[in-house]
């Protein structure tokens, strides 16, 4: 196996956070971040940007095309940032989106959106450049595998399905959206299929991943392991 360095891009201790829908991998992410004083990015809000950008527009998600034009044509910008309630901010345009990039609506189209090659070469290449200038802990799909492969830790976080869907009903009721355990349990189901199968960076643990599954443990107990390995 490639030796690989302490430090990844840009020369910075990058780390990558990679796992399914549900994992808990943005939580962890973004209490990790505060533990270790470094930025927190999580990428799935620039695929939820673009996918509420669509609907907004009236694209439909399935033309890759026309989803790449309009992530052109109004920029996906993300920035790391402390202050912000989710650890960064996401704007597309001049426009800034919070709360509504997690409605239903965006969930049900953003994987289709995000299995665009073409759209996906644009964001990647803004992963890229926000790495290249600090230390950031960044969640997604691709990140050990696509984005940051130098990262020096890479973490891919798995838990049950059934953990998964019940995680995301006590989120979404905390919301106050009650919502349906089968259809939920179906839409995770559906999530993790397209993300897995696509032909562009689809979801898969790096060859040097450490794999944590999340079963069963605490966000504590989860951030604790991964600052160990980060510090180790
Ligand atoms: O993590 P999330 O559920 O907010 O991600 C939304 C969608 O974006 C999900 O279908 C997977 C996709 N995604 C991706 O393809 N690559 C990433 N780096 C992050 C998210």
């Given at each position: 196996m490639r030796e690989r360095s302490r430090l990844g891009m840009g020369g910075f201790a990058h780390v990558a956070i990679d796992g399914p829908a549900g994992s808990g991998k943005t939580t962890v992410a973004h209490a990790l971040a505060r533990d270790l004083g470094i930025l927190y990015l999580d990428t799935g809000a620039m695929y939820r940007a673009v996918a509420l950008a669509t609907l907004h527009a009236g694209i439909d998600p399935r033309d890759g095309a026309a989803v790449a034009a309009l992530a052109r044509a109004e920029p996906v910008r993300a920035e790391p940032d402390r202050d912000a309630e989710r650890g960064f901010r996401v704007f597309v345009g001049a426009h800034e989106f919070g709360?509504?990039?997690?409605?239903n609506d965006v969930s049900r189209v953003v994987s289709t959106v995000a299995a665009h090659a073409e759209l996906r070469a644009i964001l990647v290449q803004r992963q890229r450049a926000i790495a290249a200038e600090r230390a950031v802990i960044m969640a997604g799909r691709d990140i050990g595998t696509v984005v940051l492969p130098d990262a020096p830790t890479k973490i891919f976080l798995t838990a049950s399905v059934a953990e998964r869907v019940e995680r995301r009903r006590a989120e979404l009721e905390a919301r106050g959206t009650i919502v349906d355990r089968a259809a939920l349990h179906a839409e995770i189901v559906e999530r993790d299929a397209l993300d897995t199968t696509?032909?562009?960076?689809?979801?898969v643990a790096a060859a040097d991943a450490v794999e944590i599954d999340s079963t069963g443990l605490s966000i504590d107990e989860v951030v604790a392991r991964i600052a160990a390995l980060v510090r180790a």
């Open positions: 709360q509504e990039l997690y409605a696509r032909a562009t960076a689809p979801l």
